[in-house]
């Protein structure tokens, strides 16, 4: 079982490009999620989608997309990508079922904007 | 506005002795809380969670209502507990909230 599969595992990208950031979970979870992780500010959520065909914004939106056009993807683009967007990202994935479901998390992505 | 403060961003502490990270949080509805770790250049991983009341690799953690924390505590400090530690809240929206993170290191 994979859980939950992020692509590229790094990349460094020239400012101004479009870059897609790829989320893929085969456990059929609900709701799904993207994080940034920076030093000294933690994981911040960017977007999320609690099913198919639904997304929210998260703490810090600005600069970002999602689609959830089905239950297992869930990409990220940065429609034109910034320096301080220089981070980690973590995509995870949820069920919505019941109390007590944790998230299930990717092994992240490493994007250096330059 | 913040809606989980783990107010110690580095923690140090010898082998053999105890360790507690902080954690508080905001939130009007019925919490649900965990405690993720994330070893050097892994992926996050759950380590508990407050509705189960378990024990995970010597770890516990109190929800307390009224003080608003779900502090982590562990009575005798291993070396392979070095690591990040993220104190992370799921709202009813089923969006989970994450501390700064507080980086543990012991001693040997």
């Known amino acids: 079982i994979a859980g939950i599969t992020q692509a590229p595992t790094s990349q460094i990208l020239a400012a101004g490009r479009r870059m897609t950031l790829r989320c893929t979970q085969d456990?059929?979870?609900?709701?799904m999620y993207w994080y940034r992780q920076d030093l000294g500010l933690g994981l911040r959520l960017i977007h999320y989608?609690?099913?198919?065909?639904?997304?929210g914004k998260g703490e810090v939106p600005d600069g970002y997309s999602v689609s959830r056009a089905n239950t297992d993807d869930f990409p990220l683009t940065l429609a034109s990508a910034v320096p301080s967007q220089t981070s980690v990202y973590f995509c995870?994935?949820?069920?919505?079922?019941?109390?007590?479901?944790?998230?299930?998390f990717g092994q992240g992505t490493r994007l250096t904007v330059v | 506005a913040q809606r989980v403060t783990q107010p110690e961003k580095l923690l140090s502490v010898f082998k053999g002795a105890p360790v507690e990270l902080k954690c508080n949080y905001s939130?009007?509805?019925?919490?649900?809380l965990f405690w993720y770790v994330q070893y050097s250049r892994q992926r996050l991983q759950l380590l508990l969670r407050?509705?189960s009341r378990e024990s995970i690799k010597g770890f516990t953690a109190d929800l307390n209502k009224g003080e608003t924390s779900f502090h982590l505590k562990k009575p005798f400090a291993q070396e392979e507990d070095s690591a990040m530690y993220y104190c992370?809240?799921?709202?009813?929206?089923?969006?989970?909230?994450f501390g700064t993170g507080t980086s543990l290191t012991v001693i040997p």
């Open positions: 995870a994935s949820s069920s919505t079922a019941g109390r007590g479901a944790e998230a299930f």
């Open positions: 456990m059929r979870h609900n709701a």
């Open positions: 989608s609690n099913t198919a065909g639904t997304t």
């Open positions: 939130y009007s509805g019925s919490p649900e």
């Open positions: 407050h509705i």
């Open positions: 992370a809240l799921k709202e009813g929206s089923n969006q989970f909230y």
